[in-house]
């Protein structure tokens, strides 16, 4: 599946590993996109990537969650057996757009929107030109598949607002062949131990959608 080569590519200027400390009890369970951290893939009609066997550790793509958004046209799951789910990536689908990457840069503008209205101003917002020959607006579309130029914006320490909760991001990701696309990634608390098991069990990674 080509979409699956283009997530492991997915890079983000900022790599957190936050600090989790206990939630407060009171504070909301953190459910995103409707999904909860210990339900099984099979139950929310996801199908597993590699492999065929259900709710097995590994990556399972879905085409609905209960709490689904028309911004996005696939959604991914990280999940080991026995912890849950690691983090759930939405991604929109992919765009031909032009190289000022207008359409697509509209449908990053809402997907923030989304996520400010649920968690707050992110706290860090990152459009990054590597080298001065991808600097122009024009080559937005060119220096986004050469992983010249990074957009995301983050949410850092969520678990200051809800149980069980990281972070979560929204980035702008591309390929040669499929265009460009927006990815929001919501990452719950155990994120990091459990992608660490993912890739000791699996060999996968499954870092952001990776």
Not at 50 to 68: E, I, K, M, R, W
Not at 134 to 157: L, P, T, Y
């Amino acid at each position: 599946m080509a979409i699956i080569d283009i997530l492991t590519s997915v890079a983000f200027a900022a790599t957190v590993t936050a600090s989790i400390s206990p939630s407060d009890t009171n504070a909301p369970v953190f459910r995103p996109l409707g999904v909860s951290q210990d339900a099984l893939p099979s139950v929310l009609g996801c199908k597993p990537i590699h492999g065929d066997q259900p709710d097995a550790t590994g990556q399972y793509s879905c085409n609905n969650l209960p709490g689904g958004n028309d911004l996005f046209d696939q959604y991914v799951l990280a999940y080991v057996r026995g912890m849950g789910i690691c983090n759930v990536v939405a991604i929109s689908r992919y765009i031909d757009d032009d190289q000022r990457g207008t359409t697509t840069r509209q449908v990053y503008k809402e997907a923030t929107s989304l996520l400010a209205s649920q968690f707050g101003p992110a706290d860090e917002k990152v459009d990054h030109v590597a080298t001065t020959k991808f600097g122009k607006d024009g080559m937005f579309r060119q220096a986004v598949i050469a992983q010249e130029r990074q957009v995301f914006e983050q949410w850092d320490s969520l678990n200051t607002k809800f149980q069980n909760a990281q972070s979560a991001s929204v980035t702008i990701s591309g390929s040669e062949d499929w265009g460009l696309a927006v990815y929001s990634i919501f990452r719950f608390a155990h994120n990091d131990v459990c992608l660490s098991n993912l890739e000791h069990q699996t060999g996968l990674s499954g870092e952001d959608g990776e």
